[in-house]
């Protein structure tokens, strides 16, 4: 499993962010945590859920382990964790 971060440079509010993603929301979390990142930052209700990172937090992701990655990259992992969280949901709506 592996965590990855582009270099998108986007600004916003004086600064220039990232997006933080990784194959699976457990390892997405469990990384952003050791970032010192807070689980309500989680982009979640978008179509591609991931972490928006400054590009200061993106050198100490880095730093840390987590990989390079383009626009597809991002986006390929981010449709996986989407299915995921579906799937979460589906399975917690059939036990409620």
Do not use: N
């Not at 499993?1 to 582009?6: C, E, L, N, R």
């Not at 469990?30 to 989680?42: E, I, P, T, V, Y």
């Not at 179509?47 to 200061?56: E, I, R």
């Not at 990989?67 to 799937?87: L, T």
Request: hydrophobic share 40%; charged share 30%.
């Amino acid at each position: 499993m592996t965590v990855y971060v582009d270099a998108e440079g986007i600004r916003w509010r004086g600064r220039e962010w990232c997006h933080l993603v990784a194959d699976s929301l457990d390892e997405l979390h469990s990384f952003a945590d050791r970032l010192g990142l807070k689980r309500s930052w989680f982009q979640s209700k978008t179509l591609y859920p991931h972490y928006d990172v400054t590009k200061s937090v993106r050198s100490r992701a880095l730093a840390m382990g987590a990989k390079g990655a383009d626009r597809e990259q991002i986006v390929s992992c981010a449709k996986r964790m989407r299915s995921e969280m579906i799937q979460l949901y589906r399975a917690a709506a059939q036990s409620a």
